[in-house]
Structure formats: structure tokens, C-alpha cells
């Protein structure tokens, strides 16, 4: 018998393992967790089973999850992708859990088994959800989150999202006796809406006064401790109440994310959500029994080919009722035709109820794993597949195409811009006052649609893929522009360039300089990172402000572009920045010399810091600042600066003192 903590470090432990392993893979971590909990449970090497420890670490994990959803709960973008989420998500889920409902009666009516109506029900819910997690990150991998497909595929995902909350109520309600049902289900209805609205008309008044009032605190610790205290009070409130925690913790999200203080809480709150989101995941791979599933394999394989089959067919009719070309919906089709991460925590619930045979839930959920693994493969190979089921789908490509290089047929010496967010725009009328052509190319079709009714030289086309490109006139340009700052993308369009256009010159944005010298060494001819332009602006400004002669400022801006801003690269860390910054960026750090430490009397060229890629950018030697050069001599008191990244920085102050 395994103490609790022995059992929490086993868990972790097999996390990072799990989590290492699927990263080397590209694979979503929470696969990893899955694959970690089916390893150490007790159908396969039995070092962990579930208990209350366990038992409680997953609840804590769900709960933290919903109060991430509920700080994502946004009005505005409701209302925005109200036809999507309301029309097309709302068909979806209530589609699922009607064939699901059928398909129960079916069984009941044609063969010797029963399922109740509660089980097709709360199987159908949970069959209902797709992996959030998964299809976000392919999506934004391949630049299709603003794509026609992308935008329904999220606008889905939102509504399921939303369906977990009465469904969560919901389910564990299903198990009461038929006769019971009726009134349970409306009791919990009452007790829900009036917690809500206690929650929702008192709450949202005292929550931004009390944020107010602990900020005023300027304490990270404090607003830490107040964000648990809330999350976990709401859900303290909803579970006393008879209903679930994870509804509490919804609502709390819901009141934070009215408040200026989301996007601080969201970042705080990450971590905790991660780690136990994470165990989670590792108690429902716990469940599963390999040998039985081995057994059964047929069926496993049939649950997963029906239900995957099924979604990626409704979904795909659905949308194209709604308008979409069969294009656009055998994509949104494919996106989502995968179980979920909620999918396992309503199949929890299902499995507690004892409202399905633990036999017919283990098969579910093999056949869910499985699907979610799947789900990379059927997204990254969707234009292949669109290719063979949408016969005229390479027709519209191709007439997409035509109508990008028609735009350009005539221009010569013209400047590619890729994305035409607020960047690509200013851009382009710059480049207009100056009588100077330009093209952009565009994923958000909206936009486009605007952008061309207003004149301007626009097109629907992914700058990273070779044929718009060619159609754009590559070869024909003087110059391409990378608009959006996204490192990953910029190197996809880099490399087609370099293979296109090898002599083109290729201007790219970025949030500041953490891969200035990849995307440089990717073949950018100049890139422009914004927070480092942002300070050569504020200093002009205070420059020319203070008195300094405009040419003289102008020359020192030039002379930091020169040299590659190398001088304002790196700064001091504090509290207060993200402490999940790449650890490849460059700091500064203050180390002082003591007495006895190990470079004192010796030169800076003898400790030979750019072995362990950090270097030294200023010593100051009690009030003054001693000149930094190969052969300087370090005495006790001096405060040598350090540049570099974290672990160089680390290094190298292991060099001065010891």
C-alpha cells in the first residue's frame, strides 16, 4: 500500500516521462498522460490504482479545466460567431445524442441487449465532444485557424464546450429511479438557476471590487491566493448546493472574465490548471484495461471506425446545410471527428453513475483514445482526402488561384505582403501614397471580402503554400513582407521563398528578438521585432525632447538597426515577467565578485565565458565604469553584467565565483 505521497510523486514522475516522450513525437501531451496512466495502472504493471487521492487530484483537474472555460466565455465573441456556435454547434451536439438515443432504441428493439435511454443519452454527450486541444494546435499550426473551415470548426468546439455545463449537471441525475427522474432533473434545474443567479447578480459586483482591492495590495502572492479562494469557493458553493464543483468553478471563470484582470488571471492559473488537468488524464488511462480491450479488439475497432465515421459525416452535411462549399465542410468534417478531453470527463461521470456495464465502458474508451490519436493523421492528410471526396474542389483551388494571379498578371516589381491584419494595412497604404504596387494574401475571408469592396489589392490565399506564391508573381517581386508576428509560420514562407525566389528580399515582423538570428538564418533579408523597434521610438521621442539634435538621434537609431540591435538585446528579469519566456532569450544579469570568489586577480580572457555562450557587457568598479576588454582584471567588489541565455548565464556565474 502506497502512501499519498509516494502515489502524487509516481504520478508526476510518470507525467514527465509520458509528456517528454509525446513532445519528441509532436504528439499532444495529453495523449502522453493517457499513455502513462494505462502503463501504471492496475490492469498493466499495477504500481498506482485509483483512490481517494487519485480520485481527488482529477477533480481538482476538471475543475480548474471549466474555470479556464468560463474565463474564455465571451459575450462579444458569441455574438459575433452566433450562426456558428448557435446554429451549426448547436445541430451537432443535439444531432449526437438524438442518433445516440436511437441507436439505444434500436439495440433494445432488435437484438437481445437493453440500454436505457439514460445511457444513450449521457453516451451520446459524451460522444457529442471533440479534443479542443488538438484541433487548436493543428489549426494554428497550419494557418487555418482564420480559415472558413477553422472559424466553424472553433465555432463548434465553443458550443461544446458550453453543452459540458448543463450536461455535468445532467448526468449524474440520470441514475436516479424513472420515477424519481422527472423530479430530480427539475430540482437540479431550480437549484442551478438559482445559484446562478444568486452567483452571476451578486457575484459580478463584489468580484470586480474585490479584485480592485487586492491589486491595490501589489502582491503576486496575494492575487494568487485570492484567485485559488475564489475558484475554489465557487465550486465549495455549487457542490454544497447538490451540484457538481466543476459548475462553481465555471462561474467563477464566467465573473473573472468581465473583469480587466483576465488575461493576468489566466496566465496565473495555467500552471495549476496543466498540472492537474494532466492527472486527470492519467486516472482515466488508469481505468482502462489493456487485456480486455486486446480481447475484444473487433469491437474496439468498430466503436472507433462508427462514432469517427459518423461525426466526420454529420459534421461535414450539417455545414455544408449551413452554406459551406463541400470543401470547407469535409474539412470542418475531418477536424472534429475525434473524441475529447471533456468526452472523458462525461464518460467519468457515466462510469460513477453506473449508468453503462464498466465492460462497454472500457471499449469506449479505448475506441476514444484511439481517435484522438488518430486525429493529427486525419487533419494533417485533410487536403489529400478533400481532394478525392470533393470533386470540384480542385476546381475552386484552381480558380482560386486564377483569380490571385489575374490580380497580378500586370504587376512587375511589386511588394508581396503576406497576412493583411493592422500591420499588412498600414503597410499597404504607405506603400500606395508612394505610387509603389503591392499585393496581399490573406486567411481571414471576411477580411479579404472588405479589404477588396474598399479597392485594395487583396486575395483569400495562405502565404505558405507554393502555388499562391507563384500565382502572387514571386518571381516577378521586389520585395516580400512577413506582416504577422508567428515565428513558425514565417520560416514555412522562408523556405518557399528560398526555394522560389532565392534572391528575393524578405522583410519579417516578431514580437521581439527571441528568433532573430533563426529567422535570419532562415534566410530573412531584415527582421523587424517590435519591441525592440518600440524602444528605439520611445528613445527618439525622449531624445529629441530633451534637446539632442535630430541628426544625431536619427544616426543612433540607424547605427542599433546596423548591428542588429545587439546592444539592446537582453535585460534584467523580475517578479513580475512571464516565467515561461524561451529560455533560449537573452538576459542580462548582475553578478557581485565577493571576496575569495574564484576570478578574482584574473583576466576576463582566462575564464573563456563564450565557451558556455555568455559574455560580459559592463563591470562597474565601485562609482565607475571600467572599460570592458580581453584583458581586464577582476577585483573583489566589482558588479560584472552578464548576457546571455538563462542557462549561459547560469554557467558563467559558476565561472566568477567558484
Known amino acids: 500500500m502506497v502512501s499519498g505521497l509516494e502515489l502524487t510523486l509516481l504520478l508526476l514522475g510518470s507525467a514527465v516521462l509520458g509528456v517528454v516522450a509525446f513532445r519528441m513525437l509532436h504528439l499532444p501531451p495529453m495523449l502522453g498522460y493517457l499513455a502513462v496512466g494505462v502503463l501504471i ?26 474555470f479556464s472555460i468560463g474565463l474564455e466565455f465571451s459575450l462579444a465573441q458569441l455574438r459575433a460567431m452566433r450562426r456558428i456556435v448557435f446554429g451549426l454547434g448547436l445541430a451537432q451536439v443535439v444531432l449526437t445524442i438524438a442518433a445516440a438515443l436511437l441507436f439505444g432504441w434500436a439495440i433494445n ?12 443519452f449521457a453516451l451520446g454527450g459524451a460522444l457529442a465532444m471533440s479534443s479542443t486541444a488538438i484541433v487548436s494546435k493543428m489549426l494554428t499550426e497550419r494557418l487555418e485557424l482564420e480559415s472558413q473551415h477553422g472559424r466553424r470548426s472553433i465555432g463548434i468546439l465553443l458550443f461544446q464546450d458550453l453543452a459540458v455545463v448543463p450536461l455535468i449537471i445532467m448526468i449524474p441525475a440520470l441514475a436516479q429511479s424513472p420515477e424519481k427522474l422527472a423530479a430530480t432533473l427539475g430540482w437540479a434545474a431550480l437549484k442551478a438557476t438559482l445559484v446562478l443567479v444568486l452567483l452571476l447578480f451578486f457575484g459580478q459586483k463584489l468580484m470586480r471590487k474585490w ?17 485559488l479562494l475564489v475558484t475554489l469557493g465557487a465550486a465549495w458553493i455549487t457542490e454544497h448546493a447538490g451540484l457538481s464543483m466543476a459548475l462553481g468553478a465555471f462561474v467563477a471563470g464566467m465573473l473573472i472574465s468581465e473583469t480587466q484582470y483576465k488575461h493576468q488571471v489566466e496566465e496565473d492559473i495555467k500552471p495549476f490548471r496543466d498540472v492537474l488537468l494532466g492527472l486527470f488524464f492519467i486516472t482515466v488511462g488508469m481505468l482502462l484495461n489493456v487485456e480486455l480491450v486486446l480481447q475484444n479488439w473487433a469491437l474496439v475497432l468498430l466503436l472507433l471506425t462508427v462514432p469517427v ?5 454529420m459534421i461535414a452535411l450539417l455545414a455544408k446545410a449551413f452554406g459551406s462549399s463541400t470543401g470547407v465542410s469535409v474539412r470542418t468534417g475531418l477536424a472534429l471527428a475525434q473524441a475529447g478531453e471533456f468526452g472523458f470527463v462525461l464518460l467519468n461521470l457515466v462510469s460513477n453513475a453506473k449508468l453503462i456495464d464498466p465492460f462497454i465502458i472500457q471499449l469506449v474508451l479505448a475506441s476514444m483514445v484511439l481517435s484522438m490519436l488518430l486525429a493529427p493523421l486525419l487533419i494533417a492528410n485533410s487536403d489529400r482526402i478533400v481532394m478525392k471526396i470533393a470533386s470540384n474542389e480542385w476546381m475552386m483551388a484552381s480558380l482560386q488561384l486564377t483569380q490571385i494571379a489575374s490580380r497580378t498578371m500586370a504587376a512587375q516589381k511589386h511588394v508581396i505582403i503576406a497576412g493583411f491584419g493592422r500591420s499588412g494595412q498600414s503597410l499597404a497604404t504607405l506603400l500606395a501614397e508612394e505610387k509603389l504596387a503591392y499585393y496581399a494574401l490573406d486567411l481571414d475571408p471576411e477580411r479579404v471580402q472588405e479589404a477588396q469592396a474598399a479597392g485594395k489589392n487583396v486575395s483569400y490565399g495562405d502565404a505558405a503554400r507554393r502555388e499562391s506564391l507563384i500565382a502572387a508573381g514571386i518571381n516577378r517581386a521586389s520585395a516580400m513582407v512577413v506582416s504577422f508576428a508567428d515565428t513558425h509560420a514565417a520560416l514555412k514562407v522562408l523556405h518557399l521563398v528560398h526555394e522560389l525566389a532565392p534572391s528575393l528580399p524578405v522583410i519579417v515582423r516578431s514580437h521581439d528578438d527571441t528568433d ?4 535570419k538564418k532562415a534566410g530573412a533579408t531584415e527582421v523587424v521585432p517590435e519591441a525592440l523597434e518600440g524602444s528605439l521610438m520611445l528613445a527618439s521621442h525622449a531624445l529629441v525632447m530633451m ?3 535630430l541628426r544625431r538621434v536619427v544616426h543612433r537609431v540607424q547605427s542599433a538597426r546596423d548591428e542588429r540591435y545587439a546592444s539592446l538585446r537582453g535585460y534584467f528579469h523580475g517578479a513580475s515577467d512571464a516565467s515561461d519566456e524561451p529560455d533560449h532569450l537573452l ?17 576576463l580572457q582566462d575564464l573563456e565565458l563564450a565557451e558556455v555562450g555568455a559574455e560580459v557587457t559592463t563591470l562597474r568598479r565601485g562609482r565607475a565604469r571600467v572599460e570592458v576588454t580581453p584583458a581586464l582584471v577582476f577585483e573583489a567588489g566589482d558588479v560584472v553584467v552578464l548576457r546571455g541565455a538563462a542557462d549561459a548565464v547560469t554557467r558563467a556565474e559558476g565561472r566568477l565565483l567558484q
Open 547 to 549: 534637446g539632442v539634435p
Open 211 to 227: 479584485f480592485t482591492i487586492v491589486v491595490k495590495r501589489k502582491s503576486q502572492e496575494l492575487f494568487m491566493l485570492n484567485l
Open 41 to 66: 495502472g492496475p490492469h498493466a504493471l499495477g504500481l498506482a490504482e485509483e483512490n481517494h487521492t487519485t480520485s481527488a487530484l482529477a477533480e481538482f483537474g476538471v475543475v480548474f479545466l471549466m
Open 587 to 603: 538576459r542580462l544579469h548582475s553578478v557581485t565578485l565577493p571576496d575569495g570568489a574564484a576570478s578574482i586577480g584574473k583576466r
Open 516 to 519: 532573430l538570428d533563426v529567422l
Open 309 to 313: 465515421m459518423f461525426k466526420f459525416a
Open 109 to 120: 428493439r432488435f437484438s437481445p441487449f437493453v440500454i436505457s435511454w439514460q445511457a444513450a
